[in-house]
C-alpha cells in the first residue's frame, strides 16, 4: 500500500529497517522534543536500551516508514486495539508533510481493520500536531520514565 506526497513514499516496516528507526528516535527526541522537555528529561527518554527488544516491538505490529527515495525519514505503527504507539520523523524533514503522510497511512489501516478510533499519548510537542489533525485531548498525564516525570496527553480520534 505505497501511499506518497511530493516525493515521500512509504513502505512496511522489515527486520533491516531497525536501526534506521532507532536513528530517527533519538535524533527526533534529542533535537525536537528537546524544545518541550528539560536536559534530564530528554536523557532519560532518549535511550533505546536493547536493539533486539526495540526490533521485536516494531516487528510485532504494523510499522511503516516513511522515505525520501532509499533514505528512511520517519516511522510510525498502529497496534491492533488501535493505539498509535510511536511517531517520529527525522529532523532535518520536519514541517514536510511527512508526519501527515505517515498518519494518512494509519488511518487508512485503522478503518481497513473497522477500528472505531485511533489514539495516542502524544508528547508536549507532538501535541499541536495531532489536535490539528482532529484528535482530541482525552485526559493530561504524568508519566515515569527512567526516574524523570513527563507530562503527555492521551488524544484519541473517531473514524467516521
Same mark, same amino acid.
Request: contains cysteine; glycine residues 6%.
Given at each position: 500500500?505505497?501511499?506518497?506526497?511530493?516525493?515521500?513514499?512509504?513502505?512496511?516496516?522489515?527486520?533491516?529497517?531497525?536501526?534506521?528507526?532507532?536513528?530517527?528516535? $533519538?535524533? =527526533?527526541?534529542? @533535537?525536537? !522534543?528537546? *524544545?518541550?522537555? +528539560?536536559?534530564?528529561? &530528554?536523557?532519560?527518554? /532518549?535511550?533505546?536500551?536493547?536493539?533486539?527488544?526495540?526490533?521485536?516491538?516494531?516487528?510485532?505490529?504494523?510499522?511503516?516508514?516513511?522515505?525520501?527515495?532509499?533514505?528512511?525519514?520517519?516511522?510510525?505503527?498502529?497496534?491492533?486495539?488501535?493505539?498509535?504507539?510511536?511517531?517520529?520523523?527525522?529532523?532535518?524533514?520536519?514541517?514536510?508533510?511527512?508526519?501527515?503522510? $505517515?498518519? =494518512?497511512?494509519? @488511518?487508512? !489501516?485503522? *478503518?481497513?481493520? +473497522?477500528?472505531?478510533? &485511533?489514539?495516542?499519548? /502524544?508528547?508536549?510537542?507532538?501535541?499541536?500536531?495531532?489536535?490539528?489533525?482532529?484528535?482530541?485531548?482525552?485526559?493530561?498525564?504524568?508519566?515515569?520514565?527512567?526516574?524523570?516525570?513527563?507530562?503527555?496527553?492521551?488524544?484519541?480520534?473517531?473514524?467516521?
Amino acid at each position: 500500500m505505497p501511499a506518497s506526497q511530493d516525493k515521500f513514499s512509504v513502505k512496511a516496516y522489515d527486520p533491516g529497517d531497525a536501526q534506521a528507526t532507532i536513528d530517527i528516535f $533519538l535524533r =527526533a527526541i534529542r @533535537e525536537v !522534543a528537546s *524544545r518541550d522537555y +528539560s536536559p534530564a528529561q &530528554i536523557t532519560a527518554w /532518549a535511550k533505546v536500551d536493547d536493539g533486539e527488544v526495540w526490533a521485536q516491538y516494531r516487528a510485532s505490529r504494523p510499522t511503516w516508514l516513511a522515505m525520501d527515495g532509499s533514505t528512511p525519514v520517519g516511522f510510525t505503527d498502529l497496534k491492533a486495539d488501535g493505539c498509535l504507539d510511536m511517531m517520529f520523523v527525522d529532523p532535518d524533514y520536519q514541517g514536510r508533510g511527512v508526519a501527515s503522510l $505517515l498518519l =494518512a497511512t494509519v @488511518e487508512q !489501516a485503522a *478503518r481497513e481493520r +473497522s477500528l472505531s478510533r &485511533i489514539f495516542t499519548e /502524544a508528547s508536549l510537542t507532538a501535541r499541536p500536531f495531532f489536535e490539528r489533525r482532529g484528535f482530541l485531548v482525552m485526559t493530561m498525564q504524568q508519566v515515569q520514565k527512567r526516574g524523570q516525570t513527563f507530562i503527555n496527553f492521551l488524544m484519541e480520534k473517531p473514524l467516521r
